[in-house]
């Protein structure tokens, strides 16, 4: 069966100070992956999906920014960290639509950041 | 992708059927029905899809209009594990990959 793994689960960084999320997924090959931000009472927003290795699309301008070095990772990153990049931040991924032709999306644990 | 719609709230007895109400009249052919849940400070869990024939599986039944524009999910026994933001999406292959996530409905489960 799939699984997917974020760490780290809690965070607490400083203003100004580089960010580094990881994200993993287990028993599948060639998913998408994405990136989802959720502020403390809203929805979620997407940040960046990947359909490959390497290819990224962002979907909101910010500093942050998102790799997938491997198939199976997606990172999410930031130089600087902004108080408006709190939030509650889930890794997805969904099977390529190739394979099954439906889009839906299994959900990471998600890492809570709080900029301080 | 088409927008849906669905109510901010609603309250279910423990034991009782939920039934959460989505409309989504501007669906397209190729369109499928996603539900989703998200239990307090976890990720979204999906529960299940259809396209246009009734759908049913572990957690769920999906049932879903013959024209297509609105649908219903029916937790058929809730219990108090199932208070939780129930999100209703409409989605196909134009749009990309991209899921948006609405407000969903708040569901309540009251003992």
């Known amino acids: 069966s799939q699984t997917i793994h974020q760490w780290p689960a809690t965070l607490v960084q400083p203003v100004g100070s580089p960010l580094s999320l990881e994200c993993t997924v287990e028993?599948?090959?060639?998913?998408?992956l994405y990136w989802y931000r959720q502020a403390a009472g809203r929805g979620l927003q997407l940040l960046f999906y990947?359909?490959?290795?390497?290819?990224i699309s962002s979907e909101v301008p910010q500093n942050l920014s998102a790799s997938r070095p491997q198939d199976r990772q997606f990172i999410l990153s930031s130089k600087k960290l902004l108080l408006s990049d709190s939030g509650f931040y889930l890794c997805?991924?969904?099977?390529?639509?190739?394979?099954?032709?439906?889009?839906?999306?299994?959900f990471g644990p998600g890492t809570r950041l709080t900029v301080t | 992708d088409a927008k849906t719609t669905q109510p901010p709230s609603m309250d279910c007895a423990e034991g009782r059927a939920a039934n959460l109400p989505c409309n989504h009249s501007t669906i397209s052919g190729n369109e499928y029905v996603y539900w989703y849940r998200q239990i307090h400070s976890q990720g979204p869990q999906y529960i299940i899809h259809?396209?246009?024939n009734n759908e049913t599986n572990e957690m769920a039944s999906l049932i879903i209009t013959e024209d297509r524009k609105s649908s219903t999910l029916i937790l058929p026994h809730a219990t108090l594990r199932d208070t939780a933001v129930y999100y209703c999406i409409v989605r196909g292959y134009t749009g990309g990959f991209k899921t948006i996530f609405g407000a969903g409905t708040r569901l309540f489960v009251k003992a």
């Open positions: 028993g599948t090959s060639n998913p998408n």
């Open positions: 259809g396209l246009k």
């Open positions: 990947s359909v490959g290795i390497g290819q």
């Open positions: 997805a991924w969904s099977p390529h639509p190739r394979d099954r032709g439906t889009y839906e999306q299994y």
